[in-house]
Each structure stands twice: as structure tokens, then as C-alpha cells.
């Protein structure tokens, strides 16, 4: 294992009702709110009265602000900030997904940073400070409600990219499973694929003696194709629901990272796939890149991929022939992905031709040169192989 230093503060409110406990959660930090959402879906289920209720009754007054989309953009960010320095809000909530919350993240830096915020994610400046935020978990998927993580898309320079920073993670989180309810089926499937990518980002590594991160990690990814396909069965379940929100945040809040190298190269891939469609899912994507990168690194740790293949796809472990455990293993998950109806090729994310692969790959190399990730170093060469592939 390799020293490694973990940090998760995040109080977790799990369970039916735990939204009305968001005034005094939040009232704890402070007395003027910036409520932050996507669509008016909230609006509709009664969501955003329950949660500006329980400021209301907690003495917190509150502010608000929508219209948080997919790949989540700059210029809402923007917007939130100036909210915030008008009325001189000391605390940001994201009532959502993992868009809306790590908008909710860069509101908080950008408050507090004189300067353009996007700085802090195009690399140009670090983070000194945040405002306090908190999360009301809508769409489980991205692990943002509790990891230091978030990713935003400046639409003038066209690049989605990320600031990851403990400043950024969120002092409290509520989690009911029963606000997912209303969420369409097709995002339901694709957060918990996303937990699954998070999962293998850590799994697939070259750190040695990490058996016990394995573990945990396999069993996550188990459990989330288990439950991926039970609730399509029974759409309302609570407890599927409940299993695969938990997962999600397991998955990302990077206790099974410790003491190991990270991979990261499939969100890698997907990343700017995101800036060029930007109203493809996340989820979604790496659907479609996941078994495209497997194909292409596995025999980077033919061992490790066999392992996989063996612990989370239940193939026979074929100790004269390893190569074809790992690749059978593959084909068990591009099956699984279909079978949940999880789209497997670019198009289907809006990638309408070769060219736009080029781009895609520019804004990842942007001086042509480099390798990025933490498992096989994929080249600007790999990138454009794996994504053609999976065109």
C-alpha cells in the first residue's frame, strides 16, 4: 500500500423524512442561504417547500437560484456568485444531482476568490477558501454529496475541467432514497453506472497489497449491477433505491482509494465528450467508454483484469490463459450494458463524426503530447483509438 492521507467530514443524513432537518443542519453555519436546483421538477414535488420550510422555521432566510443543467456551465456559476456578494449569503445548498452540486462547489470558491473563478479549474490559481455548503441528494450517481470534488464547462474556452479541493466538501449531506423517485430511469441507471466507473477509477491500479480496498471495491461494483437491473423491475422500491444511493456515495468519497494509485483515465476519456455534447449524460458516457478503455489497457495488468473478471463478472479464472478471462469478462459487462439499456456508442451520445473525436481530443491534449491517467499513461495515440472504437 502507498501512504496516503483520507478526509471525509461529511455528516450524512440518510433516510425517509431527513430533508426537514436541513434548517438546522444549515443553521449551524449560517443565517442567509443561496438554494441552489436544476429544473422545477423540485418545485413540483413539493421538494424546494419542504427544504425552504425548514430554513424558514430554523430563522434562515433564503435565496434561490435554477436552471443547472448537465456538464454543468459557467455562466450560472457566475450568476450564483453575484447572488451571493449582493446579499451576502454565507452558505450555498445544492438541492439535486452531482451538477447541481458541484455547482453549488464552485459558487462557494468563487465567493470567497478575487478573480475568475474558472481560474481555479483551468489550473491558473489554487483555492484558499470556500463557503460552507451542503447537499439535498436528488440523483444519485456522482458521489458529489460527499467527495472534494467538482467539474464545471466554460463555454468561452469550451473546456469542462476540475477542482477538487477538501475546502469544497459539503459539511452535510441529506440522503433519502425516496426523492429519487420521481427521477427518470434512464439517469437512475446511468449515476449508478457512474458509481461503477468511480469504483474502477480505484480498482484497476499497479499498487500492490490493496486486497482489502479490492474488496470493497468489487463489492460495489456487484451490488450496483445487481441493483441496476432489479429496479427496472420495481421502479419504486425504496431499499433498491436505498442500495444504490449508498453505493454511489461509497464509491466516490475515496475510502477504497486509499493507499493505491488511481486510474481515472475512462473519466478522462469521457470528460470532454461532456464539453462538446453537452446535454449527454455522464452516466451515460462512460457506458459507452468503459469497455472500449478495458479493451484497449488490459494487458497492461493482464493479473488485475483477470481478477476483476473472476471477483465481479464471474468468469472461470483460466490460470493457461488469463487474456481470455480478462476478455470474457469484458464482453460480460458490454452485455450487462445493453441489457439495462445504456446506450454503447458515441453517437447515441451526439458525437456525429470522426471530426468531432479530433476535437474531443484536443481539449484533452491541448499541446498535442502527454499522457494522461494513472494506470496505462494513454497517449494522445490511445485516446483517439479507444474513442473510434467506440464511435
Not at 478575487?114 to 456522482?142: E, H, N, Q, R, W
Not at 449508498?246 to 482509494?257: L, R, S, T
Request: with cysteine; glycine share 10%.
Amino acid at each position: 500500500m502507498e501512504n496516503y492521507e483520507f478526509y471525509c467530514p461529511t455528516k450524512i443524513l440518510f433516510g425517509r423524512g431527513m430533508e426537514n432537518r436541513v434548517g438546522e443542519e444549515a443553521a449551524r453555519y449560517a443565517k442567509r442561504v443561496l438554494i441552489v436546483y436544476g429544473s422545477d421538477r423540485i418545485k413540483r414535488s413539493g421538494l424546494f417547500d419542504t427544504v425552504a420550510g425548514s430554513l424558514e422555521d430554523a430563522g434562515v432566510k433564503w435565496f434561490e437560484l435554477g436552471g443547472v443543467k448537465a456538464n454543468p456551465r459557467d455562466d450560472l456559476v457566475y450568476e450564483g456568485i453575484e447572488i451571493c456578494r449582493k446579499n451576502k449569503i454565507e452558505f450555498v445548498l445544492g438541492v439535486g444531482g452531482g451538477s447541481v452540486i458541484d455547482t453549488t462547489k464552485a459558487i462557494g470558491y468563487g465567493v470567497e476568490y478575487d478573480g475568475d473563478f474558472m481560474d481555479l479549474y483551468l489550473g491558473k490559481a489554487a483555492p484558499v477558501s470556500c463557503l460552507k455548503i451542503g447537499a439535498v441528494l436528488t440523483i444519485p450517481g456522482a458521489g458529489s454529496e460527499s467527495s472534494n470534488g467538482s467539474v464545471i464547462t466554460s463555454l468561452s474556452e469550451g473546456l469542462k475541467r476540475s477542482c477538487d479541493t477538501d475546502l469544497a466538501r459539503p459539511v452535510f449531506a441529506v440522503m433519502n432514497p425516496e426523492l429519487t423517485v420521481t427521477v427518470p430511469m434512464y439517469h437512475t441507471l446511468a449515476g449508478a453506472f457512474d458509481a461503477i466507473a468511480h469504483a474502477m477509477e480505484r480498482y484497476f491500479t499497479n499498487s500492490a497489497y490493496v486486497d482489502f480496498g479490492d474488496r470493497m471495491a468489487e463489492g460495489i461494483m456487484r451490488s450496483m449491477m445487481k441493483y441496476m437491473k432489479l429496479i427496472k423491475t420495481d421502479p419504486e422500491n425504496y431499499d433498491y433505491r436505498a442500495e444504490i444511493m449508498w453505493g454511489c456515495k461509497a464509491a466516490q468519497d475515496d475510502f477504497i482509494g486509499v493507499g493505491r494509485e488511481q486510474c481515472w483515465e475512462s473519466h478522462l476519456l469521457q470528460r470532454d465528450i461532456g464539453s462538446v455534447c453537452m446535454d449527454s449524460s455522464h452516466g451515460a458516457g462512460l457506458a459507452v467508454v468503459v469497455p472500449h478503455w478495458m479493451r484497449h489497457v488490459y494487458k497492461v495488468n493482464l493479473p488485475r483484469f483477470a481478477q476483476w473478471a473472476n471477483r465481479v463478472m464471474d468468469v472461470e479464472v483460466n490460470t493457461s490463459d488469463l487474456e481470455a478471462t480478462a476478455l470474457e469478462g469484458i464482453e460480460r459487462l458490454a452485455a450487462f450494458i445493453r441489457e439495462v439499456g445504456l446506450p454503447t456508442t458515441m453517437r447515441e451520445l451526439g458525437v456525429k463524426s470522426a471530426d468531432d473525436i479530433q476535437v474531443i481530443a484536443d481539449k484533452a491534449y491541448p499541446d498535442g503530447s502527454g499522457t494522461l491517467g494513472g494506470f496505462s499513461h494513454m497517449t494522445r495515440e490511445d485516446f483517439v483509438e479507444i474513442l473510434t472504437a467506440a464511435y
